[in-house]
C-alpha cells in the first residue's frame, strides 16, 4: 500500500513559527492552483496506475481555509485517477479558526473520514502570541461539529513562558473534547521565521525545559489511555494515523502540489516550492520536479533504522533482512555497540528504550556516521 500527499499552500495569516510553503496574501489564486493540481493528479495516476493507495492526507497549509468545493473536486479526481484501497484513511488538517458546519459537511461527503485539528495550546495569550487566527472557543466550537468522528489534535511545546499548568490544561481541553489522537510535538523555531529572533535572545524554553514539558505530558496521556507510538504522536488504540505510519515504515508515497515530496520506486523528488512556477509547469504538461535522486542502498539502509527506531515498533530484523539481505547489526556494528546502553531487545525487534525515545536524535546520529 502506499499514501497520496495533497499540499494546499494557502492560509489566512502565517503563524510565527511556521516554516511550511504558504501564501497567506495569495488566496485568489486558489481557484488557478486547484485546476492545476486536479491536471498534476491525472499525469500522477497515469504513471502509477499499478498501484493501490490505501491513505490520502491533505496538508498545507490551512487546507481548510480554501472553498470546501475545492477539497470535494480534489477528492473526486483522486478516486478518478488513483487506485483506493478499500476503505482508505483520507485526513484533511484543519485550523479551528476557520471551519463551519458546511465545510465540515462537504469535507464528509467527499469521504474525509479523519480530521486533523490545529489546536496548539488552551492558553488564548499564547494562540496569540504565535500569531493563530484562533482561539479556544473556535476548537471547542470545531470540535463539536466532529462529534463521534474520528480527529486528532496538535499539542505544541516550547511556548514562550509555557508551564506544566498550561499543558495540562491543553491536554485536558484535547482529550477531553473526544481527540482520539493527539500529536504533542516541541516547537522549532527555525532561521527565518519571526519566532527565531525571540529563540535568539533566549525567550523559549531550553531543551531541558521542552524535555520536562514532554515528559510530564505523556504521563498525563498515557494516564487517559492515549499511548505513545512514534516521538511526538499519541492515540487510542487503533487510531493511529495510518498515513504517517507509512512514513515511518519507509512505504512509498506519492507528493502532490507546490513543494510537495515523494518517495515511489527508489527515488525521492520534490516539486518547486514557487507557486507561479507550479501553475507554470503543470500548465505546459511538465512534472513540476526540482530535485530528484534515487536512493542509495547505504541511504535505505540508514533511512530503515532511523524511521523504525522513532517508533516504538523499533527495528525488525527479519524485516531488515528480508529487504537488504543483511544483518543491520553487522552492517552499524560500530553504532549499535555505542547506543546498545539505550535499546531494549524484544525478540526480532529492537527499539529505543521509553526513557529515551524522547532523545532519540542524539541516539541516531552515531548510525549517520
Given at each position: 500500500m502506499a499514501g497520496i500527499y495533497v499540499h494546499i499552500p494557502?492560509?489566512?495569516?502565517?503563524?510565527?513559527?511556521?516554516?511550511?510553503?504558504?501564501?497567506p496574501n495569495r488566496l485568489n489564486f486558489a481557484e488557478s492552483y486547484m485546476a492545476c493540481l486536479y491536471k498534476e493528479t491525472e499525469m500522477r495516476g497515469k504513471e502509477l496506475s499499478d498501484l493501490v493507495f490505501d491513505t490520502v492526507y491533505f496538508g498545507g497549509g490551512t487546507p481548510s481555509v480554501v472553498e470546501p468545493q475545492y477539497i470535494y473536486g480534489a477528492m473526486k479526481q483522486i478516486k478518478k485517477c488513483f487506485r483506493l484501497a478499500a476503505r482508505p484513511e483520507i485526513t484533511i488538517e484543519m485550523n479551528p479558526g476557520t471551519v463551519s458546519e458546511n465545510k465540515i459537511a462537504t469535507y464528509k461527503r467527499a469521504g474525509v473520514n479523519r480530521f486533523s485539528v490545529g489546536l496548539q495550546t488552551a492558553i488564548d495569550a499564547q494562540l496569540e502570541e504565535l500569531g493563530r487566527i484562533h482561539n479556544v472557543r473556535d476548537y471547542l466550537y470545531c470540535v463539536s461539529l466532529l462529534k463521534g468522528e474520528?480527529?486528532?489534535?496538535?499539542?505544541?511545546?516550547?511556548?514562550?513562558?509555557?508551564?506544566?499548568?498550561?499543558?495540562?490544561?491543553?491536554?485536558?481541553?484535547?482529550?477531553?473534547?473526544?481527540?482520539?489522537?493527539?500529536?504533542?510535538?516541541?516547537?522549532?523555531?527555525?532561521?527565518?521565521?519571526?519566532?527565531?529572533?525571540?529563540?535568539?535572545?533566549?525567550?523559549?524554553?531550553?531543551?531541558?525545559?521542552?524535555?520536562?514539558?514532554?515528559?510530564?505530558?505523556?504521563?498525563?496521556?498515557?494516564?487517559?489511555?492515549?499511548?505513545?507510538?512514534?516521538?511526538?504522536?499519541?492515540?487510542?488504540?487503533?487510531?493511529e494515523s495510518r498515513h504517517n505510519l507509512n512514513y515511518w515504515k519507509r512505504g512509498e508515497?506519492?507528493?502532490?502540489?507546490?513543494?510537495?515530496?515523494?518517495?515511489?520506486?527508489?527515488?525521492?523528488?520534490?516539486?518547486?516550492?514557487?507557486?507561479?512556477?507550479?501553475?507554470?509547469?503543470?500548465?505546459?504538461?511538465?512534472?513540476?520536479?526540482?530535485?530528484?535522486e534515487t536512493v542509495s542502498e547505504g541511504d535505505a539502509k540508514f533511512e530503515f533504522i532511523?524511521?523504525?527506531?522513532?517508533?516504538?515498533?523499533?527495528?525488525?530484523?527479519?524485516?531488515?533482512?528480508?529487504?537488504?539481505?543483511?544483518?543491520?547489526?553487522?552492517?552499524?556494528?560500530?553504532?549499535?555497540?555505542?547506543?546498545?546502553?539505550?535499546?531494549?531487545?524484544?525478540?526480532?525487534?529492537?527499539?529505543?528504550?521509553?526513557?529515551?525515545?524522547?532523545?532519540?536524535?542524539?541516539?541516531?546520529?552515531?548510525?549517520?556516521?
Open positions: 494557502f492560509c489566512r495569516h502565517k503563524c510565527t513559527y511556521c516554516d511550511f510553503t504558504s501564501f474520528n480527529f486528532s489534535a496538535d499539542v505544541m511545546l516550547g511556548l514562550k513562558g509555557q508551564t506544566k499548568e498550561d499543558v495540562r490544561k491543553t491536554i485536558e481541553i484535547a482529550a477531553g473534547s473526544g481527540a482520539k489522537h493527539i500529536s504533542m510535538y516541541a516547537l522549532t523555531p527555525e532561521d527565518g521565521t519571526p519566532i527565531y529572533t525571540d529563540y535568539l535572545n533566549g525567550e523559549l524554553p531550553d531543551g531541558d525545559e521542552v524535555a520536562g514539558l514532554y515528559e510530564y505530558g505523556r504521563g498525563l496521556l498515557a494516564g487517559k489511555g492515549s499511548l505513545r507510538y512514534e516521538v511526538s504522536n499519541f492515540a487510542k488504540k487503533g487510531y508515497y506519492i507528493g502532490l502540489g507546490v513543494s510537495a515530496s515523494s518517495f515511489m520506486r527508489g527515488k525521492r523528488f520534490t516539486n518547486t516550492f514557487d507557486l507561479d512556477e507550479y501553475m507554470k509547469c503543470v500548465i505546459s504538461g511538465f512534472p513540476p520536479v526540482i530535485e530528484s532511523m524511521l523504525g527506531l522513532r517508533t516504538v515498533y523499533g527495528v525488525s530484523s527479519a524485516e531488515y533482512k528480508k529487504s537488504f539481505g543483511s544483518d543491520w547489526k553487522e552492517d552499524f556494528a560500530e553504532s549499535y555497540k555505542k547506543t546498545a546502553q539505550y535499546l531494549l531487545e524484544e525478540g526480532d525487534v529492537t527499539r529505543i528504550k521509553d526513557e529515551y525515545l524522547y532523545v532519540q536524535n542524539s541516539i541516531l546520529a552515531e548510525y549517520m556516521k
